[in-house]
């Protein structure tokens, strides 16, 4: 599938000797993991090749994964080959030089919002980036090298994005990805005690959220972590929305948010929105945002729109209910 894509993609990285790569705002296993994972392919293949992961930020959680590079010049960017991945418009691109490089590849499972690039290759149906990767290297596997660093920072892109394998995107393609990356050889117990682990403050944390949290009338469960709430805890604006997933368990709620006091000037907040079965993305799109069928983010700037979002995706979860069944 979409053969000719990756190898004009094959010939451009093969082609430049200055390769820079692009992620998006807010990193996630994902994101980070594509990024490193296809810095380590290209660097182990080519060792001559100069590849920069510039990125203004990175995540606390995910710096087993090593550091990004420091900053390099306009003229380096001009000369550069430019590897977008992971993101699907050009506003959540996190290095906004990448309008420099004298050329742009995307390389994205979102759902297409918007193009960009002079070369594209999406494919919504992945789990992961990673797995874009992964297949990436398999096609060209007798001319490119997946060392343990690459493996191990793809992986990690791999189980973070698939909820560990569990969501529906996860099919015999995910896995045998999976399995190329295992046979390079990978300190499973280290990768996930690094993922799973959490700070005893943080589980406090966690506590107040489910007593804190709330639900609408067709099952909508979710909670506002305002300023207040981040300082008591100590958390940063990160940590506080890592918290989406404590509300992803509970019986006849079939999509839940967390909103998120920013704490800028214009009073933003930032939504995780989640579901299953049901698609939410449409209800991101009409707050300022966006994703994928069942994770998507968002963003309001009042208590009244946060109220308003809530107003339509309960709406949409029950027309949703009342018209199918085998949810739960
Ligand atoms: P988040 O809850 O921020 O992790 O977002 C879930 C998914 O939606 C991720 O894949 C994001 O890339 C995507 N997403 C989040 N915010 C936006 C946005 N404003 N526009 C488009 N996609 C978004």
Redesign the pocket.
């Known amino acids: 599938m979409n053969k000719e894509i990756k190898q004009k993609i094959f010939d451009k990285i093969q082609e430049y000797d200055t390769i820079i790569l692009f992620r998006?705002v807010?990193p996630?296993g994902?994101?980070t993991g594509a990024t490193k994972g296809l810095q380590a392919i290209i660097k182990a293949t080519w060792p001559e090749k100069q590849v920069h992961l510039v990125a203004s930020e990175s995540a606390a959680y995910l710096a087993f994964l090593g550091e990004e590079d420091p900053d390099v010049s306009d003229e380096v960017y001009a000369s550069a080959l430019g590897i977008v991945l992971?993101?699907?418009?050009e506003?959540?691109i996190s290095n906004k030089k990448y309008t420099l490089c004298k050329e742009l590849i995307k390389i994205d499972h979102?759902i297409p919002?918007e193009n960009y690039g002079d070369y594209i290759w999406v494919e919504e149906e992945r789990s992961s980036c990673c797995e874009m990767v992964v297949v990436f290297y398999e096609t060209f596997r007798d001319r490119l090298i997946l060392n343990q660093e690459a493996a191990k920072c793809l992986y990690t892109g791999m189980v973070t994005?698939s909820g560990r394998f569990k969501y529906s995107g996860v099919c015999g393609d995910t896995l045998r990805a999976a399995a190329t990356l295992l046979d390079v050889g990978i300190d499973t117990d280290t990768l996930y005690a690094n993922l799973y682990l959490e700070a005893y403050g943080y589980l406090k944390f966690k506590a107040e959220i489910y007593r804190r949290m709330e639900i609408t009338e067709n099952g909508i469960a979710y909670i506002y972590v305002d300023k207040a709430m981040q300082e008591e805890f100590n958390l940063s604006l990160e940590q506080a929305?890592a918290c989406?997933g404590t509300l992803d368990s509970i019986r006849d709620v079939i999509c839940w948010m967390v909103f998120i006091e920013n704490g800028d000037a214009e009073g933003s907040i930032?939504?995780?929105?989640?579901s299953r079965f049901v698609a939410i993305?449409t209800i991101?799109?009409k707050y300022?945002?966006?994703?994928?069928a069942c994770?998507?983010?968002?963003?309001v700037y009042s208590m009244e729109e946060m109220q308003a979002l809530l107003k339509d995706a309960d709406a949409h979860v029950k027309a949703y209910k009342d018209t199918h069944e085998g949810w739960l």
Do not use: K
């Open positions: 998006h807010r996630d994902d994101c992971d993101t699907a418009s506003n959540r979102h919002l994005d929305s989406v930032r939504v995780r929105l989640r993305n991101a799109e300022h945002g966006g994703g994928h994770a998507s983010g968002a963003t």
